[in-house]
């Protein structure tokens, strides 16, 4: 087997457009630093991503030496479930489960041609190959690491689910107190099929070779400290954490969703022309959505503080019935509503960006830390309430919309705290808004300092290459 090049397997176990992305990126990563490594992706037919203006455009670029070299091995379609037939959690799951041999076909026969050195995926099933050496991506938080790891010891600590517990505290190793509504929605409720997923998610998670995460040392030094001294997991070893960010994507002239690329957009071309730091910028994710009236109380808000606003909305409605009457005239000349794909990177480096309104998914804070924008936090799902009390509390580079942590599951906001929030956000003259833009900016230079010879992030990367490599 001399002679045999060294690879490393990456697989976005889910079908969601922020597993694809974080796996490419880290693809990237490691084939930029290490172009010995022959880096392969294996791509789900099954996911609309498949056929993606992301994914045309990595293909494409393999001939340009600037760009990483990423291949991708294409798996067998799946017999996908109907959608009327199980709820979206459980469709997600069955498609997991259906993926596991392929997967391993897929590994024995990139085997033959090439020493597979890892396995790195972004859903944990155990086991995939023994044989060969399985990393976990994680794509959120390391604080929310933190909680999975320790979630099946809270499980077996109280019968009662969390929704039952709401504003009870609940302790956890390396976090600031969290309340039993604000856990993940997928285990808030311990009757429900997901809930099970779950936990026997987070109890394999601990027999992975390593686990990586797109974090850094100073962004939260108590989780990633509660994780690596192995607290969060007090009955099994804690693997390796690899703490690689930030780490974000660089592609962001090309629409995830599919569709053709888009090397110049409106919304970029309309920050030109705004003042420095005067734009309020609103965006709360792929499946970030609200009621019409809450919709209309947002707006309402918006145009009653006079603040220049960029907003992608996610919604089939038309504009004009979505929004209040007259509010696209009345506020044409200090906003624009973009209705389809924005490029959220270029969007939140622009000069003209000064505040940014988000769901708190995990790449979009992320986004945000890496050019020092500060934020308001309105978590709608997910693990994004976990998110937000640390982006708030721990990390200390946002205000929260909500004042109450038990009213934010209802997702209700008034027009009035619409307004208050943003111009808190925006006011750059206030002990509160100097003081949020100091810390911003200082997390932005360790998000450099982290990738520099020698820093936390740099450091990381290096051990998990030479784990491989050994």
């Not at 037919?45 to 455009?57: D, E, G, Q, R």
């Not at 933190?146 to 010891?153: E, H, K, Q, R």
């Not at 071309?269 to 009621?291: A, E, I, Y």
Request: aromatic residues 10%; hydrophobic residues 40%; negative net charge.
């Amino acid at each position: 087997m001399a002679g045999m090049k060294q690879s490393i397997v990456l697989y976005p176990a889910s079908p969601g457009s922020h597993h694809m992305v974080s796996i490419v990126e880290l693809g990237k990563l490691i084939s930029q630093r290490h172009p010995n490594l022959s880096i392969t992706v294996l791509l789900d037919t099954s996911s609309p991503l498949a056929k993606s203006s992301y994914i045309n455009h990595l293909l494409s670029s393999n001939s340009d030496p600037d760009q990483a070299r990423i291949s991708f091995f294409t798996l067998p379609a799946l017999n996908l479930p109907q959608p009327d037939a199980q709820t979206r959690p459980e469709r997600v799951h069955q498609l997991r489960l259906q993926t596991v041999p392929s997967v391993l076909q897929a590994l024995k026969t990139i085997s033959l041609t090439s020493k597979v050195l890892a396995f790195i995926t972004s859903l944990w099933h155990h086991p995939y190959d023994p044989e060969i050496p399985t990393y976990y991506y994680f794509t959120s938080c390391a604080s929310v690491l933190a909680l999975f790891l320790y979630f099946p010891t809270v499980h077996d600590q109280t019968p009662e689910s969390f929704k039952d517990r709401n504003d009870d505290v609940v302790e956890y190793p390396g976090l600031p107190a969290l309340r039993g509504s604000q856990m993940p929605d997928p285990i808030l409720d311990r009757n429900e099929a997901e809930y099970d997923f779950f936990l026997y998610f987070a109890s394999y998670l601990p027999k992975a070779k390593g686990i990586i995460t797109n974090t850094f040392q100073e962004l939260e030094p108590r989780a990633i400290k509660a994780i690596k001294e192995g607290v969060c997991v007090p009955n099994h070893q804690t693997p390796p954490l690899y703490h690689i960010g930030p780490l974000i994507s660089d592609s962001e002239n090309r629409s995830i969703q599919g569709g053709s690329p888009m090397p110049t957009n409106c919304s970029t071309l309309w920050l030109d022309k705004q003042p420095s730091r005067s734009v309020v910028f609103l965006c709360f994710g792929s499946r970030g959505t609200f009621s019409e009236e809450q919709f209309k109380e947002l707006a309402i808000g918006l145009e009653r503080s006079k603040l220049r606003f960029l907003w992608v909305v996610k919604s089939q409605l038309d504009l004009e019935v979505l929004m209040p009457q007259g509010f696209l005239e009345r506020t044409k000349d200090r906003g624009l509503v973009v209705t389809s794909w924005a490029p959220q990177v270029a969007i939140l480096s622009h000069e003209s960006v000064g505040g940014f309104v988000t769901h708190c998914g995990w790449n979009s804070i992320t986004e945000a830390v890496t050019y020092g924008v500060p934020m308001v936090a309105w978590p709608l799902y997910a693990e994004q309430e976990v998110n937000s009390v640390v982006l708030v509390e721990e990390m200390k580079l946002a205000i929260p919309i909500f004042e109450v942590p038990s009213k934010s599951k209802q997702g209700s906001v008034s027009a009035d705290e619409v307004e208050k929030k943003v111009l808190r956000l925006m006011d750059m003259e206030s002990d509160e808004g100097k003081s949020l833009r100091e810390r911003c900016q200082a997390v932005k230079a360790m998000g450099l300092a982290a990738w520099r010879n020698g820093g936390s992030s740099f450091t990381s990367f290096s051990e998990l290459v030479s784990s491989w490599m050994h």
